[in-house]
C-alpha cells in the first residue's frame, strides 16, 4: 500500500513530535522505546512498534487521534 502525500507529510510530522523510530514515549500510563517509524493504517488510525519499558514485551501502540490531528492541521495550513 502506497501512503498518499499528505500521508507522508503526517508521518514526518509525527517524527519530529517524537513518534519516530529510536524515540522514548509515555502513553497511557506506560513508558515504551519505539522501534519504527510511524505506520498509517487510515487517516484516522496512525501506530508504531514499541517495545514496552516495563516488561521489555513489543506492542503496536495506536498514537492518540488528538496527536494526529495535531499532526495533520498543522501541515495544512503551513
Do not use: H, W
Not at 502513553?27 to 487517516?43: A, C, M, N, Q, R
Not at 506492542?59 to 495535531?70: D, Q
Amino acid at each position: 500500500m502506497t501512503m498518499s502525500e499528505r500521508q507522508v507529510r503526517m508521518c514526518e510530522k509525527l517524527k519530529r513530535l517524537g513518534y519516530g523510530q529510536n524515540s522514548q514515549i509515555r502513553l497511557y500510563g506506560d513508558k515504551f522505546e519505539v522501534t519504527s517509524d510511524p505506520v498509517v493504517i487510515s487517516d484516522q488510525l496512525v501506530v508504531v512498534d514499541t517495545i514496552e519499558q516495563k516488561s521489555g514485551r513489543p506492542r503496536r501502540v495506536r498514537i492518540p487521534l488528538s496527536v494526529i490531528n495535531v499532526a495533520d492541521q498543522e501541515k495544512r495550513t503551513a
